[in-house]
């Protein structure tokens, strides 16, 4: 069994409170997930990840991405290791995305067939291809909780027409994805070889609940394409919900269109989706963002965001009175923080507000020093996690 | 009062078994003393810093380097904010050098009279000036528990009489920083305005202890020169401990020299220096060489040796069963560690070690992620740390 999808409030606005199963743990959804590109989130700790946010419950569900640690150091060697739960020392759950975003934003010199794509290595231009039997193969190697069908990314803005005929060929490679997993989908490591955790537990206090895993299995979610056309995101949805995925994702947002249409095409796609399983937006957002999707239903996100923002300067935090919405944009670097001898944000308890200051962290910001990167990120990311945690206090009451 | 230094034991090396008291708290010495450049150590958080070691103990004491903070944020600045400590929120013990090495190792078109040096700041070229007076002024604002005597260091190799020359000029300097020190050592911001402590002692629980700091002093070292000649060594020994500090350092040495002629600068330094005084030796070195300055009678040394070479990819750990010497350096990049699901060091106790691979560790450095970076440190320092106290055990003893 890959999960199961505990419902305990839903709000006349569609959001839900629930709690999300899954082998290695159990997620209180909405949810959002830092992300782990290349099995780390860049500059922070697995111990730190573990204890971030304001009930220091540490984040529940982490993700990486297949197309970069397929490249390096490889899915075999991570097979090999036990896993990305293994491999980055992460008991915790963990999803892995299909490889398909990055093979069309980030690798050169595409070239798609009905079959899959081939593509150069943004790293050293060696040659690869990915079918969706490929990414899966992949991600049962990698071993997440939770993987994605392969689908393909449609460039922004593109018409009706081009839209169509790739959310299409998404709908067969979703299919594929479905058949090439069900029947592999008992070959992941922890599930199939429970001696590779008992060898392990002796050894690190990490995994001992890890034994347990035997006869769990990896979930599959697909994902909603149709680009900014209401009609084929919902055409996409119901084609995705004949298949029967355990959740759905909606992907292909957040790429540069509108806020209004990336929420509208949220709106329609949940108006399709069961209700009853879990809902992921891919790749959102600004906190303010996350907040609203959630309330509309969403059950999991993810972005880049806060870890990015962070290593820009970019910090998030609550609003002092007089000041408006739910999170204030400030960058460190600004001159005005130089002698500011108050934390980030005076009413977050993570672990950097209740000891440095803003003028500390300008600093380090200036001197280009590394650990302002991470006290940065670990802010932000403490940021988000409280910002779903208060979310989620609202949709159960 | 600075400092107090009670010695427990003394071994027939030399080494002795001590326990330093300063403002910030006590140090169990000999000691080895992570560097802190521009008041972080750098990749490491403060927090991780408090734990490392094999006792959870921690840095007892860390270093900051007055050129740095000089130059950006600027003394005044750090003043302001209540000294290095409140600054970077390190309520532990702190050591400032001079700032002499960096202005001869780092600053441009440096111009020596018997006044001072005037250089070039290595960041953006601005002119400035230090004298023994102004590098005193600096480290009283910076606000360290030690603060040392400005000196000049002689490039390597130096003829006898340039390295005389040199030593003399140090000691003139040496002098000069007494009596400034004496007239203005009242004048650090922890010992003068205990309102600054428990104003904010409120908002942090890492400052509760420093209201007891009013009416304490930093203290100033002197520092032995005199090249790689032993002649030279002892005649700044002697000329400095005329002068009366509370505590010597010997500087100028690991400059590319053999190892033979440190041990022997520090041997003809140390029969000299009083032995009821802490006596510090600075800017080494790798793990042999520390634990064998520690057993000749050493208290003190800092060096950025296993911060900077863990941001290479080089770490230290324990021989195993065969191999010799008591620290077997590995480079963490090499192929063999690709599929190594060992921790670093089996015999270590560091957070890096009871979690991650050196499979991980290797895949991180490869994809030049900063956690890389991170974890090596962690683990280097509390290599460095560890060796310290099996030293220290051994003393005891």
Same mark, same amino acid.
């Given at each position: 069994?890959?999960?199961?999808?505990?419902?305990?409030?839903?709000?006349?606005?569609?959001?839900?409170?629930?709690?999300?199963?899954?082998?290695?743990?159990?997620?209180?959804?909405?949810? =959002?997930?830092?992300?782990?590109?290349?099995?780390?989130?860049?500059?922070?700790?697995?111990? /730190?990840?573990?204890?971030?946010?304001?009930?220091?419950?540490?984040?529940?569900?982490?993700?990486?991405?297949?197309?970069?640690?397929?490249?390096?150091?490889?899915?075999?060697?991570?097979?090999?290791?036990?896993?990305?739960?293994?491999?980055?020392?992460?008991?915790?759950?963990?999803?892995?995305?299909?490889?398909?975003?990055?093979?069309?934003?980030?690798?050169?010199?595409?070239?798609?067939?009905?079959?899959?794509?081939?593509?150069?290595?943004?790293?050293?231009?060696?040659?690869?291809?990915?079918?969706?039997?490929?990414?899966?193969?992949?991600?049962?190697?990698?071993?997440?909780?939770?993987?994605?069908? =392969?689908?393909?990314?449609?460039?922004?803005?593109? /018409?009706?027409?081009? /839209?169509?005929?790739?959310?299409?060929?998404?709908?067969?490679?979703?299919?594929?994805?479905?058949?090439?997993?069900?029947?592999?989908?008992?070959?992941?490591?922890?599930?199939?070889?429970?001696?590779?955790?008992?060898?392990?537990?002796?050894?690190?206090?990490?995994?001992?609940?890890?034994?347990?895993? /035997?006869?769990?299995?990896?979930?599959?979610?697909?994902?909603?394409?149709?680009?900014?056309?209401?009609?084929?995101?919902?055409?996409?949805?119901?084609?995705?919900?004949?298949?029967?995925?355990?959740?759905?994702?909606?992907?292909?947002?957040?790429?540069?269109?509108? @806020?209004?249409?990336?929420?509208?095409?949220?709106?329609?796609?949940?108006?399709?989706?069961?209700?009853?399983?879990?809902?992921?937006?891919?790749?959102?957002?600004?906190?303010?963002?996350?907040?609203?999707?959630?309330?509309?239903?969403?059950?999991?996100?993810?972005?880049?965001?806060?870890?990015?923002?962070?290593?820009?300067?970019?910090?998030?935090?609550?609003?002092?009175?007089?000041?408006?919405?739910?999170?204030?944009?400030?960058?460190?670097?600004?001159?005005?923080?130089?002698?500011?001898?108050?934390?980030?944000?005076?009413?977050?308890?993570?672990?950097?507000?209740?000891?440095?200051? @803003?003028?500390?962290?300008?600093?380090?910001?200036?001197?280009?020093?590394?650990?302002?990167?991470?006290?940065?990120?670990?802010?932000?990311?403490?940021?988000?996690?409280?910002?779903?945690?208060?979310?989620?206090?609202?949709?159960?009451?």
């Amino acid at each position: 069994m890959g999960l199961t999808f505990e419902i305990s409030s839903t709000a006349p606005t569609g959001g839900r409170r629930a709690a999300l199963r899954i082998p290695h743990g159990t997620v209180q959804t909405p949810v =959002f997930m830092p992300v782990g590109t290349a099995a780390t989130v860049k500059t922070v700790q697995q111990e /730190t990840l573990e204890h971030i946010g304001q009930n220091g419950a540490g984040a529940e569900i982490i993700l990486a991405n297949t197309y970069h640690l397929y490249l390096r150091p490889g899915h075999e060697l991570i097979r090999r290791a036990g896993g990305v739960h293994r491999f980055m020392a992460w008991p915790r759950p963990l999803l892995t995305d299909s490889g398909g975003f990055q093979v069309f934003s980030l690798a050169k010199l595409r070239k798609i067939s009905d079959d899959g794509v081939e593509f150069r290595s943004h790293l050293d231009g060696s040659k690869h291809f990915f079918s969706p039997e490929h990414s899966m193969e992949v991600q049962i190697a990698l071993g997440a909780d939770i993987m994605m069908a =392969f689908d393909e990314c449609v460039e922004t803005p593109a /018409t009706w027409e081009r /839209t169509r005929d790739s959310m299409s060929l998404t709908h067969a490679w979703a299919a594929r994805s479905r058949a090439y997993f069900e029947a592999h989908k008992d070959e992941v490591r922890w599930s199939s070889d429970s001696s590779c955790h008992s060898e392990r537990s002796e050894e690190s206090p990490h995994f001992g609940a890890l034994q347990s895993l /035997t006869d769990r299995t990896q979930s599959l979610f697909g994902i909603v394409q149709g680009g900014m056309y209401p009609d084929l995101r919902r055409e996409s949805a119901e084609r995705l919900v004949e298949m029967d995925f355990e959740g759905y994702a909606i992907g292909g947002l957040a790429v540069g269109e509108p @806020r209004e249409v990336t929420r509208e095409m949220i709106a329609r796609s949940l108006e399709i989706l069961p209700k009853d399983k879990p809902r992921y937006v891919m790749g959102v957002g600004y906190p303010d963002e996350i907040e609203e999707y959630a309330r509309m239903g969403v059950d999991m996100m993810d972005c880049v965001l806060p870890t990015r923002a962070a290593r820009h300067g970019l910090l998030f935090r609550a609003p002092e009175p007089g000041e408006e919405g739910t999170a204030v944009r400030m960058n460190v670097k600004r001159l005005e923080y130089a002698e500011d001898q108050r934390p980030i944000d005076p009413a977050c308890t993570c672990l950097v507000c209740r000891r440095y200051t @803003r003028a500390y962290l300008r600093h380090l910001f200036v001197a280009k020093e590394p650990l302002g990167a991470t006290l940065n990120s670990i802010h932000n990311l403490s940021f988000y996690l409280d910002t779903m945690e208060r979310v989620r206090g609202e949709l159960a009451g």
